[in-house]
């Protein structure tokens, strides 16, 4: 059974940081992974996808690796701001997404 | 992009009464959509995936008579949560793949949070 845990659980940092979220997964047989920023109360903005042949993907400040043999992801956000503030959320795709429990960040200004 | 559409936003019934939610592709063909539930400070759990033109497959512990999926078009699923009852109050969310895209990523609707008093 696939199970997605995510590392840590929160995470506070000031402003202008660069930081490392991370998530893992128990089973490697993974078409894709995808990273969903989650604001509260509301739903989910897809951030990046990374395909199982992919090692890595990059958007703006964000930049998602992919280690499917260790089954390891990390999301990087450089630079934090106080609008990075949100649940960050991975998912594995397997034939249907299964989600981490997410990360909570806070970035204070 | 791909948007996914969920109304109602909120919404707020009497315990016995059903509770219908939409989700639509706005700008995309979605054969499958999905349905999950979120607790609060818990992470998605996928009750149901919805296929268009047939029968919803419901994952395990999830009561298909409860939650009633319909399908009737390429661009829109509902949701009905039949005789809620308090325990029922929860955000739920649904999500669909534009398999047109190359990325085959996921787009999630806004969500509803449910509260049945």
């Known amino acids: 059974k696939q199970e997605v845990t995510q590392i840590p659980a929160a995470l506070s940092v000031p402003e202008g940081e660069n930081l490392v979220l991370n998530c893992s997964f128990t089973d490697s047989a993974i078409y894709n992974l995808q990273w969903f920023r989650q604001d509260p109360g509301k739903g989910l903005t897809s951030l990046l996808l990374i395909q199982s042949s992919q090692r890595e993907q990059t958007s703006g400040r964000l930049n998602a690796s992919l280690d499917k043999s260790s089954g390891r992801s990390t999301l990087y956000i450089a630079a934090s701001q106080p609008g990075d503030s949100a649940t960050y959320l991975c998912a594995v795709y397997t034939g249907k997404l299964i989600f981490g429990q997410g990360t909570t960040l806070q970035v204070k200004p | 992009g791909a948007v996914v559409s969920q109304h109602p936003s909120r919404v707020i019934c009497k315990s016995g009464t059903s509770v219908k939610i939409e989700c639509r592709s706005l700008d995309f063909q979605a054969t499958t959509m999905f349905w999950y539930r979120q607790f609060p400070k818990q992470s998605l759990m996928l009750m149901a995936t919805?296929?268009?033109?047939?029968?919803?497959?419901?994952e395990q512990g999830v009561e298909k008579d409860k939650f009633l999926i319909n399908h009737a078009s390429l661009t829109l699923s509902t949701l009905t949560v039949t005789s809620a009852h308090p325990e029922d109050s929860s955000f739920y969310i649904c999500?669909?793949?534009?398999?047109?895209?190359?990325?085959?990523?996921?787009?999630f609707g806004s969500g509803t949070r449910l509260t049945v008093v």
């Open positions: 999500s669909a793949r534009d398999v047109r895209t190359e990325s085959y990523g996921y787009t």
């Open positions: 919805s296929n268009e033109g047939s029968k919803a497959t419901y």
